[in-house]
């Protein structure tokens, strides 16, 4: 490897440490000197907003190979950022499928590989199309102008996932303000052990809402393996937080950064409009493109790894970032462009990193490409002639690490 990055900061013991590479403000990003990283520092060590370092690996090959490899694990809230003084058992407890390994992990997975499956997904189709067109009804009947942010690309993977997986969507006022204290929790643990402690309560009981009522949802299949002995009542607990916390965020930036990027290009939205047969090819290149995997994945070294001719240590976290491995042009030429004929590059051996990789990949890559491509294809054809609205720019949050529009203003 290289030596120190150019503009590097040094700070106390740790001469290298850079700022965490943040989207250039008003922008999804790439991450602002990410490519520059890549060429030079692969592996970066930077200071996280929560006031601890880690490795920042922006590679495509080191990406691909770290998300595999078990010498990594996910550490929940409590093992990492390490709290001085606090006991381990202290502090907030929400443990979702990501933290569980081993057998534990593997039974889980199985149980839920069928109705995230392809086929199951594509069974479902029509009711995530059908809630698509509701949303979007919805919408349509307040405006022109309106924010598709909030009338259609936040509450859309929501409402999908709740009806999937049995989460009554009418309680998400209650959820979603303590899901936002729970993950913003994470530096404080009483709070955040009292807010993680409602969300599990809550999902407790909603398993015993499936038991006394059961529906057709994968919660109710889950708590009938939990009755058969195959699953824990703490495994059904750990899939349903998983749901809540990483099960419709990620989909949802997807969405907008995708809708906010092919109003930025008219011509892309004439296309796809005009050629729907471009469509699969082009949901795994916005998926490719859309740079929002940036520090979404934290990992900690169990034993000492080398790379880059540096020593990641024992303990030590370590970012893969796909943002900036799907822009690698080592593998996607003319990566930083927008291509919606790349398809075949997209997939296989050599395809995006965005759903990671290995034995934690993502358990809702099916479902999150239909909600991408029903979203996309709903308001194709709706809004044929939808178009970024007038003299309303979109907002963004700049502090935030992962980044979509807050408002979308639209007209059409
Ligand atoms: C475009 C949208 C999405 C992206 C880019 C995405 C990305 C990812 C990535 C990179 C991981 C791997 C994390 C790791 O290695 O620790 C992951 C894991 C996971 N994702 Fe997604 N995700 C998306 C949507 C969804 C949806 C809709 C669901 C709902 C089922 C979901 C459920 C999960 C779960 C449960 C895990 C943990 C899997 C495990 O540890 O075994 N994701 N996701």
């Not at 996910?74 to 093992?79: L, V």
């Not at 529906?215 to 899939?239: I, K, N, P, Q, Y």
């Not at 995997?293 to 990992?299: E, H």
Request: net charge negative.
């Amino acid at each position: 490897m290289s030596g120190q990055p150019p503009g590097a900061r040094g700070r106390g013991a740790e001469p290298d440490v850079l700022d965490f590479p943040l989207p250039p403000p008003g922008t999804m990003g790439p991450p602002e000197g990410s490519a520059r990283l890549r060429e030079s520092c692969p592996l970066a060590r930077v200071r996280m907003p929560m006031d601890a370092t880690a490795w920042y690996v922006t590679r495509y090959e080191d990406v691909r190979m770290l998300f595999a490899d078990p010498r990594l694990i996910r550490p929940t809230i409590n093992d990492w950022p390490s709290r001085p003084g606090q006991p381990a058992d202290d502090g907030p407890r929400l443990v979702t499928i990501a933290e569980l390994d081993g057998p534990r992990h593997a039974a889980l997975r199985r149980a839920l590989a069928d109705p995230f499956s392809s086929r199951a997904v594509r069974d479902h189709l029509p009711r995530i199309v059908g809630l698509a067109g509701r949303l979007l009804r919805a919408f349509e009947e307040n405006g022109p102008p309106g924010d598709l942010v909030a009338g259609f690309t936040d509450p859309f993977p929501l409402l999908v996932l709740c009806d999937l997986v049995g989460i009554p969507f009418e309680d998400r006022d209650w959820f979603l303000p303590v899901l936002d204290a729970a993950l913003g929790g994470m530096v404080t643990s009483q709070e955040g052990r009292r807010v993680t402690d409602l969300l599990r309560e809550y999902v407790a009981a909603l398993i015993a809402r499936k038991r006394d009522r059961p529906g057709d949802d994968v919660l109710t299949r889950l708590v009938r393996r939990c009755d058969d002995g195959e699953l824990t009542h703490d495994d059904v607990v750990a899939f349903g937080l998983s749901m809540l916390t990483v099960g419709f965020g990620i989909s949802s930036f997807f969405l907008a950064d995708t809708v906010h990027t092919l109003l930025d290009r008219p011509h892309l939205w004439a296309r796809l409009r005009d050629d729907r047969e471009l469509m699969p090819g082009a949901v795994e290149e916005f998926l490719r493109y859309m740079p929002v995997m940036n520090g979404t994945v934290i990992l900690l070294a169990t034993e000492d790894i080398e790379l880059h001719g540096r020593t990641i240590r024992a303990g030590d976290a370590v970012i893969p970032v796909p943002a900036c491995a799907n822009r690698d042009e080592r593998v996607f030429a003319d990566a930083d462009r927008l291509d919606l004929d790349r398809a075949g590059a997209t997939t296989g051996r050599r395809g995006h990193l965005a759903f990671g990789r290995g034995a934690h990949n993502c358990l809702g890559a099916h479902l999150a490409r239909a909600e991408l491509t029903a979203g996309v294809e709903a308001l194709l054809d709706r809004f044929p002639r939808l178009r970024l609205a007038e003299g309303q720019e979109p907002t963004w949050d700049d502090e935030s690490v992962t980044k979509s529009p807050l408002t979308l203003p639209v007209d059409w």
